[in-house]
């Protein structure tokens, strides 16, 4: 989608080809000329106007009422949960999902906050039926009060699949009579927008507050939004200054995060089918590889080889036959030819396509994985 062809310069060291995340992404050339020429003002008093125009774009585009820009997304999940959950509280969470895993128990250590979780199904859902039974009973002085019902969309463990609006519909259905809010952690919102090809607006409908990353696939260096109600934002911003995340000429880098939201050719949501096109591929290639193996556990629980209809965003997740031993040489074997994956929990190998990798790299990463399996065979 016309941003040339220099992986190197985009994700990582000269010549490498860094799969491990859609984190490694360097800023595009219209998000660095945007940050070169940001007005800016001290946000903490709320008076720089390109953070201002980034959160009211945020809000705009998910339907919520306003914005709130933060350092990462993991501040923004911790500031929704002290926003929406008083301290002894409980969430109820996908089994699988960042928060719980990801987070260094932040919602404990800060937020005060325990957690019931859930186990998600291959399509990354919490059985309703399931969410349901977790709920405890808040006539009851032993329990704690749920106060608070996680999404992760996409869910990255299921192939980093996305999660329909019709699940979200049933969610808040369902949750209706104890009046639960529900949080999307959306890091990687805008994959599951474009893979569904529906609207973030419709997409976070029926949850009360979302977060999602403008430094993943979006390609911006830096930063999440978090968007829900007005009220519910004033109360995280309050939680982000007492987590020391109130910045002050910080337009120069919401800049960047305009930048990857604009509707024209310079906004990087829409090149993300590009990646989901691209880590198709990767997986249709490597799948046909002997010792190339499902990735097990929930992304994909039966069956020995990975299949490649899993892969609906941009990661591919597999196992090489082996175990652990074997992964790490395959994992070292594959970065002396220049190809960077991650070791994944479950003994899973993961790669994740992004902004930078094309289908050369596609190409070579498919000949470098055949190779380094032959290597340690
Ligand atoms: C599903 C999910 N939520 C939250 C985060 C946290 O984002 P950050 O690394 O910006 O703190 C990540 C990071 O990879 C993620 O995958």
Not at 14 to 42: F, K, N, Q, Y
Not at 117 to 125: R, S
Request: hydrophobic fraction near 45%; aromatic fraction near 4%; charge should be negative.
């Amino acid at each position: 989608m016309g941003y040339g062809s220099d992986a190197a310069s985009r994700s990582g060291g000269a010549g490498l080809i860094d799969l491990r995340s859609d984190t490694v992404t360097h800023p595009t050339p219209e998000m660095r000329r945007a940050m070169a020429a940001a007005e800016v003002g001290d946000d903490v008093f709320e008076d720089d106007p390109t953070v201002i125009a980034l959160e009211e774009r945020a809000a705009a585009l998910l339907g919520k009422e306003a914005g709130l820009f933060v350092a990462s997304g993991t501040m923004g999940n911790l500031v929704s949960v002290m926003a929406h959950v008083p301290r002894g509280g409980e969430i109820i969470t996908p089994a699988e999902g960042h928060i719980p895993n990801d987070e260094a128990a932040n919602y404990a250590v800060v937020a005060g906050a325990g957690l019931r979780i859930v186990h998600e199904n291959a399509y990354g859902e919490m059985p309703i039926p399931e969410v349901l039974a977790a709920i405890q009973d808040p006539s009851d002085p032993h329990s704690a009060i749920t106060s608070l019902v996680i999404v992760e969309n996409c869910h990255a463990h299921t192939f980093s699949r996305p999660i329909t609006p019709e699940y979200m519909r049933e969610l808040r259905t369902a949750l209706a009579p104890q009046r639960i809010p529900i949080h999307v952690d959306g890091a990687r919102l805008f994959n599951a927008v474009v893979a569904l090809g529906v609207s973030a607006r419709d997409l976070v409908a029926d949850a009360d507050s979302a977060t999602f990353c403008l430094s993943k696939g979006l390609a911006a260096p830096i930063g999440s939004v978090v968007v829900g109600s007005k009220d519910f934002i004033w109360k995280a911003r309050r939680a982000r200054k007492l987590l020391g995340g109130g910045m002050r000429q910080v337009g120069v880098l919401a800049a960047a995060g305009l930048v990857a939201l604009a509707d024209g050719p310079e906004g990087t949501i829409r090149r993300l089918a590009d990646d989901h096109t691209n880590a198709r591929r990767l997986a249709t290639e490597i799948s046909t590889l002997a010792d190339v193996l499902s990735p097990g556990h929930i992304a994909q629980p039966e069956g020995d080889r990975l299949d490649p209809s899993r892969v609906t965003t941009n990661f591919v997740l597999f196992k090489v036959a082996g175990g652990p031993e074997r992964r790490a040489r395959f994992l070292d074997a594959l970065a002396q030819r220049g190809v960077l994956m991650v070791a994944y929990p479950h003994g899973q190998i993961r790669a994740v396509t992004h902004y930078g990798i094309g289908d050369a790299e596609i190409s070579a990463t498919a000949a470098a994985t055949a190779a380094a399996l032959a290597e340690t065979a």
